[in-house]
């Protein structure tokens, strides 16, 4: 099991296997409804963090019914992000969300390779050479 913190380096390269066509990649924003006004990572998928236990208990027909795309699979990579874009630096406490998000996928839900996007997302929207 593989679990860890990555940059905009690695979250490009995600990018841009999913631009390929990979379906082994995926970007998960686990962002509230509330929280996705000011935009999203290009090719992330919205399940929002209270919604995201049901939701890996569905199976992937259901899954890709509900959410519109299809679930991954626990030898998939995926990055997960769930920072609201509020102009402030990284808090300890959106930390804690998505250790919390990534140590359950990893330990509850069999995933293998969770990865924690480290950069803020605020961050990711003001600099453009981020995914350029």
Partial sequence: ?????????????CTRMIEKGSMAHHILDIREEDELEYGRIPYAQNVPESELEAALDLTPKDWEARYGYPKPKQGHVVVVYGEPPTGSEYCPLVQQRLMRVCNMLASEYGYKYVQQYAVSFYKFMINPYILE
Avoid: T
Wanted: net charge negative; proline share 0%; charged share 25%.
């Fill in 1 to 13: 099991m593989a679990y860890g913190r990555v940059d905009h380096s690695f979250l490009d390269w």
